[in-house]
């Protein structure tokens, strides 16, 4: 980050498991606003500083739309969790899922 009409430079500690993005695509305004907070600095600028406590986000997810005959729906980082497919088996058919996980662990 710069400090607009002077040259004071300082860089963000972001921690990418504790708030949750997996790309730079992910970081929005709403997303900086969430984990960081504006204080008056010692040269009396306001600079962003991280916030103490905040909850955590979801983790964002991104649906591909590069081709038209398909698209991926990608939540990044996959936990174990996530793989088991759990989730996807309440809302979609269950020989879907029996079919995107033999997939996953087979490769074909």
Do not use: K
Not at 17 to 43: K, S
Not at 59 to 65: E, K, M, N, P, V
Not at 76 to 105: E, Y
Request: hydrophobic share 35%; glycine share 4%; proline share 5%.
């Amino acid at each position: 980050m710069t400090t607009l009409g002077t040259s004071d430079r300082y860089r963000w500690p972001i921690n990418t498991a504790r708030m949750r993005y997996a790309t730079i695509n992910q970081i929005d305004p709403a997303w900086v606003l969430h984990h960081f907070a504006w204080e008056c600095g010692t040269t009396g600028s306001d600079r962003l500083v991280a916030r103490v406590t905040f909850t955590p986000l979801a983790w964002r997810s991104t649906l591909t739309d590069e081709h038209i005959e398909y698209r991926e729906y990608w939540v990044s980082p996959a936990t174990a969790g996530l793989r088991s497919l759990t989730f996807l088996s309440r809302s979609f058919r269950p020989d879907v899922c029996r079919q995107i996980l033999r997939r996953f662990h087979t490769g074909c």
